[in-house]
Each structure stands twice: as structure tokens, then as C-alpha cells.
């Protein structure tokens, strides 16, 4: 009786203690990832006030409707596509860049190695003050430098015109994500056997064939991985356009994200900030899937 009590407690704890191990952590998840997400899509289709907690309206599909006849949605989700796309694939090749002078041998390689980081590392709030400074209509060196090749006539304010405010704020934040790419780019590098390169150097391969051949092909599913992670976290993160421009001149920088924040901060209309923010994430769920079902078909992850 004593021995199968005994199996029975140490099965009970084999198969169910794990678990109750786990479920801080469980519980921690849920607080923090699905009740915000199930809070959303709950607000979604109501209009709310925080203002007026008690006074929440069902509104159905309302939201979503008012959504496509949103004249400020179509802008906001051209300027998205812009921005995700543009800043992640020059993010992608300044990383590759780099990466490709990283990999060399030169002397104090481990010192720039570390200070490459930089600007990954530094806060965002000083990223764009500092960025701010430097794109200065009156003052900033960036105008002062171009001018003094040439480039242009006289001072212009990147970040007060229509045509210069996003691709500015753009241009900042290539700059502060190029480590990401070029560490994470490195590291698969550095996993490469020398063996490879010894042996296509002694068959006579030039640098540009070496890479084509070798590097390329053994980085391609970390540039494929990495660069879903970038598209993800720059579709989705504002802070450098909200501090730099709020979405302006106009709503020539307004994005997304930062469409949403707008509506829900200044204007107060959750419901509506909800719907946006489901439907973009909705967006990203569908673009992600898609290009992981043709990484699948392709054969470049498992």
C-alpha cells in the first residue's frame, strides 16, 4: 500500500510538478502579453472613454468601417509601408556592409567591434535629440556640411517639410539599426569554417566568387530570420518619429502606430485606437505568415 502510494506521489510529481513550475511564469505571460491583446480586441468593438469608464457603448464593426473611410488611415499606412520597408532593407545593407569590414583582420578589431554598438545601445530619446540637432533648419551640421560641398543652396528643415520629415526620421533610425543587423550577420560569418575559404582561395576564387558561393549561401537564413525580426519591431515601434516630427508636418511622418497612440492619448476614442492597432497587427500576422510559408517552400528553414 505504502510502495503504491509512493509511485503515485512520484509519478504526480514527475508529470505535474513541471508544470507548477512553470506556471509563475504562465501567469506573468498572461498579464502581460494575452490580456492586453484580448483587451484590445475587446475595446475594438466598443467606443470607450477612459474618462467615462463606466459608459462603454457596443459599436459592433463600427470602428473597423470607419477604419477604410479614414482618409488619415490610407496616409498613415502608405507612410508605414515606407518606413518598414525602406528602413529595413538600408538597415539590412549598411549591416552587411559592415558586417563584410568587421570580418577583416586589421588591428584594434575588437575595439570597433564594441563600439559598433553604439548606436544600437543608446537610448532612443537621445538618438532623436541628437538627431534633431543635427538636422536643425538654423544650426545643424548636417545643413552646414552639404553646404559647404555644394550640395545645397541654403539651410533646409528636414523635419519641418512635408517632402523631408520621413525620410530624415527614416535615415535616423537606419542608422541606430545597422549594428543589429551587422552583429547578428557577423556571428553567422564567424560560424562559417575557414576551411571553405582556404580551399576556394587555393582553387584561385576571387572575393567577389568567394562570397557569392560561400558567405552568402551560409548567412541566407540568418539574413532571412533577422530580417523578419526588423520588419516586425519597425512596423511596430514610433519612438523616434513620435519624438522627432509627432507624425508632421501635417501627417506627412504619421504612421500606424503612432496613428493610434494619437486617437487614444489626445483624442481619446480607445475603441477606435483598438481597431487600428488589431488591424495592423492583423496585417503583420498575415505578411509574416506568408513569408515564412515561402522561407518553408524554399527550403531555407525548417
Excluded at 509563475?24 to 484580448?38: D, K, N
Excluded at 477612459?50 to 459599436?59: D, M, N, Q, R
Amino acid at each position: 500500500m505504502l510502495l503504491e502510494k509512493s509511485n503515485l506521489i512520484y509519478k504526480w510529481e514527475k508529470r505535474v510538478f513541471p508544470f507548477l513550475l512553470l506556471l509563475p511564469a504562465l501567469i506573468l505571460i498572461l498579464g502581460i502579453v494575452a490580456y492586453p491583446v484580448f483587451r484590445a480586441i475587446w475595446l475594438s468593438f466598443h467606443s470607450y472613454n477612459p474618462l467615462k469608464p463606466f459608459i462603454v457603448e457596443y459599436v459592433g464593426f463600427d470602428n473597423y468601417v470607419k477604419i477604410f473611410r479614414d482618409q488619415l488611415f490610407i496616409t498613415a499606412l502608405k507612410n508605414s509601408l515606407i518606413w518598414t520597408i525602406g528602413v529595413v532593407f538600408f538597415q539590412f545593407l549598411g549591416g552587411l556592409f559592415g558586417a563584410l569590414i568587421l570580418k577583416q583582420n586589421f588591428k584594434g578589431r575588437s575595439i570597433v567591434r564594441g563600439l559598433s554598438l553604439i548606436p544600437w545601445v543608446t537610448p532612443s530619446i537621445l538618438i532623436a535629440i541628437m538627431w534633431i540637432w543635427m538636422l536643425d533648419g538654423n544650426y545643424g551640421i548636417i545643413n552646414d556640411v552639404l553646404l559647404k560641398l555644394g550640395i545645397i543652396s541654403k539651410y533646409i528643415p528636414w523635419l519641418a517639410q512635408k517632402n523631408t520629415a520621413l525620410p530624415s526620421v527614416m535615415i535616423a533610425d537606419i542608422w541606430r539599426g545597422i549594428p543589429f543587423f551587422a552583429v547578428m550577420l557577423l556571428a553567422a560569418m564567424d560560424a562559417i569554417p575557414e576551411e571553405l575559404y582556404e580551399a576556394a582561395k587555393i582553387d584561385g576564387a576571387s572575393s567577389f566568387k568567394i562570397f557569392t558561393n560561400i558567405t552568402w549561401p551560409l548567412i541566407l537564413p540568418t539574413v532571412l530570420i533577422t530580417t523578419m525580426l526588423r520588419i516586425i519591431w519597425t512596423a511596430n515601434h514610433m519612438d523616434l518619429i513620435l519624438i522627432m516630427t509627432d507624425g508632421g508636418p501635417g501627417s506627412s511622418s504619421l504612421i500606424l502606430p503612432l496613428m493610434s497612440y494619437h486617437i487614444a492619448y489626445k483624442q481619446l476614442n480607445f475603441g477606435y485606437a483598438s481597431a487600428i492597432a488589431i488591424l495592423q497587427g492583423i496585417f503583420l500576422i498575415v505578411i509574416i505568415s506568408f513569408y515564412l510559408r515561402l522561407l518553408r517552400k524554399g527550403g531555407s528553414i525548417y
